[in-house]
């Protein structure tokens, strides 16, 4: 298993077993001995459709592991509460989760329900997001955050003052100076009072990949100047009370804890200024950014490693928040941060098949067949350069006479003058010169029974790496060394890099070649968060609208012939397996249960109550059926 790092970046979730397995620990490192799940087992269960219960799954397939998530979720929370135990912080910590990370509906669910007694909330980005963070948490913990980010637009603000409405604890975080006209002028219309939040531009740049939304120039949040301008226009709507939270993200994958350090000061210093501008501040939500070591070396030098634990983070920011705020005499606010790929990146495992695989060419050069290339002048003379190289031992004479004599022959074959079994006997020439030489490149291509672009997304858009490692033959040596070429028809569907800086894996020969049947099973650890979200629909925002347009008669005249609506927030929700009827029964019923405890019993005032209902009822359903983009 050193030959794959699994301890580096596995621990404490995935280890090799006895077997020569792949075992899920789900417990992490509580995890018992007799609680250990062989991974291939699951394979061989799930894919059988004799064994008993076997289901004849095909591959490829994500196996999700909640009791992984609800480890994630406490190794959290417990880095906090110990962190703020140690220092004598006086709040508490209260995260929320992104559900852009992942929004399949068992992931949220499951985070809802193991996080409600240590009050877990949602994040949500965009308007089908907020849909299914407020139906989530409509069984969560009433006092779990619900921190609403991202462009807004009318709905999506009067989505987010709905959730207040029903008694859920949503906040709305400024991201830009616009959004709070609207905020101002639509709780004035709906008649409730917002929890309003500012995201806040810092200064502190996290240089790495993921760092491009952090610094001055940062896409999101708010300058300076633009924070000033927001509180005066709240005094003057008599709302500052209502300003109660302070946001940043640097971006994810901080590398160490003297960035976060950095960047949780700038903010708590913020923080205190708008404490001391007269907002009745009480939260600071420190973002996402939490990393995960995916080359198991703990280095923190590339976007693929961190050089911290989850601890040292907990007990870095708490640091940094006390230091300001006791300095400024300020009240130690309640800790948010908004973590996805630190909570649910271990929860899957992508298991996928090497179908295939193709050696390097077979290396033998027999001399009938290579007798044309003695008759022809220029030929020979390539061909005796080459075989007095090899005789003495020259490589890079044989490298640079190996290339000239198949660019000579190619060139014959392209004019016609040598047929293609004669170009073939080159080519198997030049191989074996290679290989005498030792400069034959011993890798082999595995076809993988996958899509690169569907499942592992960002390993072709930003070259983000994950571990893969086949998922049995541990206790064998890996006879070969592949890369690994997916099934889509694109030459970027290949996997070329590994962690470790390896250009490729080392890998069991397959017998499936020779018809030996053994199938051999790859798994691609530690891709849990953004990989099926990305994969699948960012953000939940879905596809666009699509027109079909001909010309027809008559000068600059057109016709469209074919206009498909983009999918709505309900379609969206639907592909991760949300049910948006039963979501829409879900927060209609939570309506009447709200109105009906604060209800009125005159007859004026339930018709009110009456009207009041309607008009939620009639909000929740054009979001469900609109698109997700903004209304414009
Ligand atoms: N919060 C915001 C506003 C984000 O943009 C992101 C993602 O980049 C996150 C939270 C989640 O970050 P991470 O996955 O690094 O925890």
Redesign the pocket.
Known sequence: SSLYRIDGWGAPYFIANSSGNISVRPHGSETLPHQEIDLLKIVKKVTDPKSSGGLGLQLPLIVRFPDVLKNRLECLQSAFDFAIQSQGYNSHYQGVY?V??NQDRFVVEDIVKFGSPFRFGL?A?SKPEILLAMSCLCKGNPDAFLVC?GFKDAEYISLALLGRKLALNTMIVLEQEEELDLVIDLSQKMNVRPVIGLRAKLRTKHAGH?GS?SGEKGK?GLTTTQIVRVVRKLSQSGMLDCLQLLHF?I???IPSTALLSGGVAEAAQLYCELVRLGAHMKVIDI?????IDYDGSKSGESDLSVAYTLEEYAQAVVASVRFVCDRRSVKHPVICS?????IVSHHSVLIFEAVSAVKPMAHHANPDDIQFLLDGEEARAKYEDLYAAVMRGDHESCLLYVDQLKQGCVEGFKDGVLSIEQLASVDGLCEWVLNAIGAADPVQTYNINLSVFTSIPDLWGIDQLFPIVPIHKLDQRPGARGILSDLTCDSDGKIDKFIGGETSLPLHELDNNGGGGGRYFLGMFLGG??EEALGGVHNLFGGPSVVRVSQSDGPHSFAVTRAVPGQSSADVLRAVQHEPELMFQTLKHRAEEVMQTKGGSDEGEEEEDDDEFNNVAACLDRSFHNMPYLAT
């Open positions: 992104p852009k990370c994040e980005g980010n993921f939304t999101f993200h971006g994810s994958q973002g996402g950014g939490l990393g908004e973590s996805g790929r630190a968060a953004y």
